[in-house]
């Protein structure tokens, strides 16, 4: 009975393990979803294409599924996708013309010919028609055929004057004729014509339009529709004729809903009647409707007496009839794909998505507000709900305070922002009550940096100020510095011992002590950290990241490579010290840590292992830095970009955030913070399925443990080193094979062999 009662205690809390931990080595993606751009009818489900992905909803249920690069997409940044009925599958085209093929809504297939096609043209790819088995991509340089079945490039049709390539925009097929809407104008062809790749069996289009760039082409049952900026002309067999012109206001979709032609346009201004979705039928006639809280329409669908809308501000939305209000269907994730900094606390990621140019001069306008992942869940709180962040912009830094147990958002706008944790009230600061100063001449406050130190002081960087580092005290009261070096903006700042190191642009690092009292500058230190031997010893002036280590070591990413400070603690006495440049072997070849990178983001996981990004992807490097563990790019990995704006690492689970210029990722890595004292060691997977070949993680041991892996009777199967508080087994004896099924026993010790802790793991073959 204890047996069955232990074994039905340990699948429960299997079960409940497992709906938190994923599998070491996969990914998420967290990706935005609230931008819709196009809907496709996909028999059982209905697709959307947001930003960087796709998600879809199932007709029967309603549930929302997400396609992204972390769970079977090539690539990120969808532009179009369109559906196939007879070839059960959807074509998903990219922004930089990959192409990914679904096929019965389970299988992916990747066609990345006219991604890689060499040539000195643009290979957009602006539309997709789909005819029988084939669909036709309208691309920059003419008419892609892809056959569906084969699932490969038929043929291209160049249908330039002259035979030059020309950009595409649509094309659609109608009584026995191919219509392509092109830069040129409108161009047709017979479809069964000879030879569709020679440009001068296609006719410009003249009679009752002029020959001007095409933006869309659709059709009704018998007529052919084309629109030219704020213009949509219709085709009756022989002429075409003007339907409906507004002007400044912009085309965004034409497509075929049974026998009516749908056609959303709108402008780009935020008044309330700044759009509309025409339903246009096949005499020329049209119904205009403004459907309920569609307020920039790009797509719509109508399947029988459901309408379903792609909006650029709402998302997705279903609607039951014209008039009724609608359902909404966004997949969680953060509000957009910006990704400057971030930090985690308690087991929660605080996002600052905002951003600047490279020099810090000019803004991005991001307005995503207070952005934050807490329990598997995105949250924003958002100027549109609280109206003291009307004027904030440009998140570029955010820390947590344990002491006060409060997050500061540093605005490249608006000032500072705090968001209290212990009754989730927001308050900002600007002039009106801090010290931070607006930018000469301005109503811009400017904090670009902020940290918190070990006594719960909250420093900031606020550029362009005659007093640029202020502190704000955990009893509310605030001080500036005037600092004796100059300087526009702070990169990134942390606290160290005591300490704060500001990584300034342009150039050098500032190291500041405020001494025993912070209000008494007369035993304050400042010192300068640049290239120079003697003068700091960095391998590059201009400093981009900066981290302490578990050791208390300072390592900075500079434009040419990484330089670590082994004397943190002794910078600022009198005799200083230098950055030490790692010393690395490649391929035979001796050289300095990472000395033709720029790196970007440094982060330290629970081993102290250091992840180190670039423009050139991540890598995982070993505690000392001198090996190299692992190495992921677009290509080899679900990143979506290459380039790296942040890293860090919830010690609580071990994953890995990494932000990128085209949205946020995370690697579920395989070590976590250990514990000082003993604790509960937890198992995952447990039991361990015979399908099961991944690795075992073992977690909440002592940081840095010795485990030793034993079988029922006592045998020792497997011995190792935890990665801080996580170790990984994979299941396999000394002979290297796969240990037999029952019952395993996990002890762990540190090295002194104290505080030992015990596990069990149920392994079956």
Same mark, same amino acid.
């Not at 084969?150 to 026995?176: A, L, P, Q």
């Not at 280590?549 to 004397?567: L, P, Q, R």
């Not at 490097?621 to 290509?635: C, P, V, W, Y």
């Given at each position: 009975?204890?047996?069955?009662?232990?074994?039905?205690?340990?699948?429960?809390?299997?079960?409940?393990?497992?709906?938190?931990?994923?599998?070491?080595?996969?990914?998420?993606?967290?990706?935005?979803?609230?931008?819709?751009?196009?809907?496709?009818?996909?028999?059982?489900?209905?697709?959307?294409?947001?930003?960087?992905?796709?998600?879809?909803?199932?007709?029967?249920?309603?549930?929302?599924?997400?396609?992204?690069?972390?769970?079977?997409?090539?690539?990120?940044?969808?532009?179009?996708?369109?559906?196939?009925?007879?070839?059960?599958?959807?074509?998903?085209?990219?922004?930089?013309?990959?192409?990914?093929? /679904?096929?019965?809504?389970?299988?992916?297939?990747?066609?990345?010919?006219?991604?890689?096609?060499?040539?000195?043209?643009?290979?957009?790819?602006?539309?997709?028609?789909?005819?029988?088995?084939?669909?036709?991509?309208?691309?920059?340089?003419?008419?892609?055929?892809?056959?569906?079945?084969?699932?490969?490039?038929?043929?291209?049709?160049?249908?330039?004057?002259?035979?030059?390539?020309?950009?595409?925009?649509?094309?659609?097929?109608?009584?026995?004729?191919?219509?392509?809407?092109?830069?040129?104008?409108?161009?047709?062809?017979?479809?069964?014509?000879?030879?569709?790749?020679?440009?001068?069996?296609?006719?410009?289009?003249?009679?009752?339009?002029?020959?001007?760039?095409?933006?869309?082409?659709?059709?009704?049952?018998?007529?052919?529709?084309?629109?030219?900026?704020?213009?949509?002309?219709?085709?009756?067999?022989?002429?075409?004729?003007?339907?409906?012109?507004?002007?400044?206001?912009?085309?965004?979709?034409?497509?075929?809903?049974?026998?009516?032609?749908?056609?959303?346009?709108?402008?780009?201004?935020?008044?309330?009647?700044?759009?509309?979705?025409?339903?246009?039928?096949?005499?020329?006639?049209?119904?205009?409707?403004?459907?309920?809280?569609?307020?920039?329409?790009?797509?719509?669908?109508?399947?029988?007496?459901?309408?379903?809308?792609?909006?650029?501000?709402?998302?997705?939305?279903?609607?039951?009839?014209?008039?009724?209000?609608?359902?909404?269907?966004?997949?969680?994730?953060?509000?957009?794909?910006?990704?400057?900094?971030?930090?985690?606390?308690?087991?929660?990621?605080?996002?600052?998505?905002?951003?600047?140019?490279?020099?810090?001069?000019?803004? /991005?306008?991001?307005?995503?507000?207070?952005?934050?992942?807490?329990?598997?869940?995105?949250?924003?709180?958002?100027?549109?709900?609280?109206?003291?962040?009307?004027?904030?912009?440009?998140?570029?830094?955010?820390?947590?305070?344990?002491?006060?147990?409060?997050?500061?958002?540093?605005?490249? #706008?608006?000032?500072?922002?705090?968001?209290?944790?212990?009754?989730?009230?927001?308050?900002?600061?600007?002039?009106?009550?801090?010290?931070?100063?607006?930018?000469?001449?301005?109503?811009?406050?400017?904090?670009?940096?902020?940290?918190?130190?070990?006594?719960?002081?909250?420093?900031?960087?606020?550029?362009?100020?005659?007093?640029?580092?202020?502190?704000?005290?955990?009893?509310?009261?605030?001080?500036?510095?005037?600092?004796?070096?100059?300087?526009?903006?702070?990169?990134?700042?942390?606290?160290?011992?005591?300490?704060?190191?500001?990584?300034?642009?342009?150039?050098?690092?500032?190291?500041?002590?405020?001494?025993?009292?912070?209000?008494?500058?007369?035993?304050? #230190?400042?010192?300068?950290?640049?290239?120079?031997?003697?003068?700091?010893?960095?391998?590059?002036?201009?400093?981009?990241?900066?981290?302490?280590?578990?050791?208390?070591?300072?390592?900075?990413?500079?434009?040419?490579?990484?330089?670590?400070?082994?004397?943190?603690?002794?910078?600022?006495?009198?005799?200083?010290?230098?950055?030490?440049?790692?010393?690395?072997?490649?391929?035979?070849?001796?050289?300095?840590?990472?000395?033709?990178?720029?790196?970007?983001?440094?982060?330290?996981?629970?081993?102290?292992?250091?992840?180190?990004?670039?423009?050139?992807?991540?890598?995982?490097?070993?505690?000392?830095?001198?090996?190299?563990?692992?190495?992921?790019?677009?290509?080899?990995?679900?990143?979506?970009?290459?380039?790296?704006?942040?890293?860090?690492?919830?010690?609580?689970?071990?994953?890995?955030?990494?932000?990128?210029?085209?949205?946020?990722?995370?690697?579920?890595?395989?070590?976590?913070?250990?514990?000082?004292?003993?604790?509960?060691?937890?198992?995952?997977?447990?039991?361990?399925?015979?399908?099961?070949?991944?690795?075992?993680?073992?977690?909440?041991?002592?940081?840095?443990?010795?485990?030793?892996?034993?079988?029922?009777?006592?045998?020792?199967?497997?011995?190792?080193?935890?990665?801080?508080? #996580?170790?990984?087994?994979?299941?396999?004896?000394?002979?290297?094979?796969?240990?037999?099924?029952?019952?395993?026993?996990?002890?762990?010790?540190?090295?002194?062999?104290?505080?030992?802790?015990?596990?069990?793991?149920?392994?079956?073959?």
């Amino acid at each position: 009975m204890n047996r069955l009662i232990y074994t039905v205690t340990l699948l429960l809390f299997c079960s409940l393990l497992s709906a938190q931990q994923r599998a070491i080595g996969t990914w998420k993606a967290h990706f935005p979803y609230s931008i819709g751009y196009q809907v496709e009818d996909g028999e059982d489900k209905i697709y959307c294409a947001s930003t960087l992905a796709i998600f879809y909803i199932d007709k029967d249920d309603n549930s929302i599924q997400t396609l992204n690069k972390a769970n079977g997409l090539s690539d990120v940044g969808v532009k179009k996708i369109k559906y196939s009925a007879s070839a059960k599958t959807l074509i998903v085209a990219y922004e930089n013309s990959n192409l990914d093929l /679904l096929v019965n809504g389970e299988n992916i297939y990747n066609l990345p010919d006219i991604k890689n096609k060499i040539t000195s043209s643009s290979k957009n790819i602006n539309d997709i028609f789909v005819y029988g088995n084939f669909a036709y991509l309208s691309t920059d340089i003419g008419v892609a055929v892809l056959d569906l079945v084969k699932r490969e490039i038929k043929s291209t049709y160049v249908i330039g004057n002259n035979g030059g390539n020309v950009v595409v925009n649509g094309v659609v097929i109608n009584n026995g004729k191919i219509f392509a809407a092109t830069a040129e104008g409108v161009k047709v062809a017979p479809l069964n014509s000879p030879n569709l790749q020679n440009y001068t069996f296609w006719t410009l289009q003249t009679a009752g339009i002029s020959p001007q760039p095409t933006d869309f082409i659709g059709r009704s049952q018998n007529s052919v529709f084309a629109s030219m900026r704020d213009s949509i002309f219709r085709y009756d067999g022989n002429a075409w004729s003007l339907v409906y012109s507004i002007p400044v206001w912009d085309v965004k979709a034409i497509k075929t809903n049974g026998n009516v032609l749908s056609v959303c346009l709108w402008n780009d201004t935020n008044e309330a009647n700044n759009r509309t979705i025409l339903a246009i039928s096949d005499d020329g006639s049209y119904v205009e409707t403004n459907y309920t809280k569609s307020l920039k329409p790009n797509d719509i669908l109508i399947t029988g007496s459901t309408l379903w809308i792609a909006d650029a501000w709402e998302g997705f939305l279903k609607y039951s009839s014209p008039g009724a209000t609608p359902e909404s269907f966004i997949p969680n994730g953060p509000v957009s794909n910006g990704v400057f900094n971030m930090a985690i606390a308690d087991g929660v990621t605080y996002l600052a998505a905002g951003g600047t140019d490279p020099s810090y001069s000019d803004y /991005l306008n991001n307005r995503d507000g207070l952005v934050f992942y807490k329990e598997q869940y995105w949250r924003a709180y958002t100027r549109y709900s609280y109206g003291q962040l009307a004027n904030y912009a440009d998140f570029l830094s955010v820390a947590h305070n344990p002491v006060t147990n409060k997050v500061y958002y540093a605005s490249f #706008q608006g000032g500072l922002a705090e968001l209290d944790l212990n009754n989730n009230n927001i308050n900002t600061y600007d002039s009106s009550n801090s010290p931070i100063r607006p930018v000469t001449g301005t109503k811009t406050f400017r904090v670009t940096a902020v940290c918190v130190d070990a006594l719960g002081n909250t420093w900031m960087s606020n550029a362009n100020s005659p007093r640029p580092l202020i502190v704000l005290k955990p009893d509310g009261t605030w001080k500036s510095f005037n600092v004796p070096y100059s300087f526009s903006s702070t990169r990134k700042m942390i606290a160290v011992d005591g300490t704060i190191w500001m990584c300034n642009r342009p150039g050098n690092i500032i190291v500041y002590n405020p001494g025993e009292d912070i209000d008494d500058e007369s035993d304050d #230190q400042y010192r300068s950290l640049g290239s120079g031997t003697g003068s700091g010893g960095l391998p590059n002036n201009s400093a981009w990241s900066i981290v302490e280590d578990k050791n208390g070591d300072v390592w900075v990413g500079t434009d040419e490579g990484i330089g670590t400070f082994y004397c943190a603690s002794s910078v600022l006495t009198s005799s200083g010290c230098d950055a030490d440049k790692i010393k690395v072997d490649r391929d035979g070849f001796i050289g300095y840590l990472f000395s033709t990178e720029s790196v970007k983001a440094i982060a330290v996981d629970g081993a102290n292992r250091k992840w180190v990004g670039s423009g050139n992807g991540v890598w995982l490097i070993s505690a000392d830095g001198k090996n190299e563990l692992l190495r992921f790019t677009k290509d080899n990995s679900p990143l979506p970009s290459n380039f790296i704006t942040d890293i860090k690492v919830n010690d609580e689970n071990g994953e890995v955030f990494i932000g990128t210029e085209n949205g946020l990722v995370s690697y579920q890595g395989d070590a976590i913070k250990g514990g000082e004292k003993k604790g509960v060691a937890l198992v995952y997977p447990n039991p361990v399925q015979p399908s099961y070949t991944g690795p075992i993680a073992i977690k909440g041991l002592v940081d840095d443990a010795y485990v030793k892996i034993t079988d029922a009777a006592g045998v020792l199967v497997y011995q190792g080193k935890a990665n801080g508080g #996580q170790m990984i087994w994979d299941g396999k004896g000394y002979t290297g094979n796969r240990v037999k099924s029952g019952v395993y026993i996990v002890y762990s010790a540190t090295e002194l062999g104290k505080e030992k802790s015990v596990a069990k793991i149920v392994l079956l073959n």
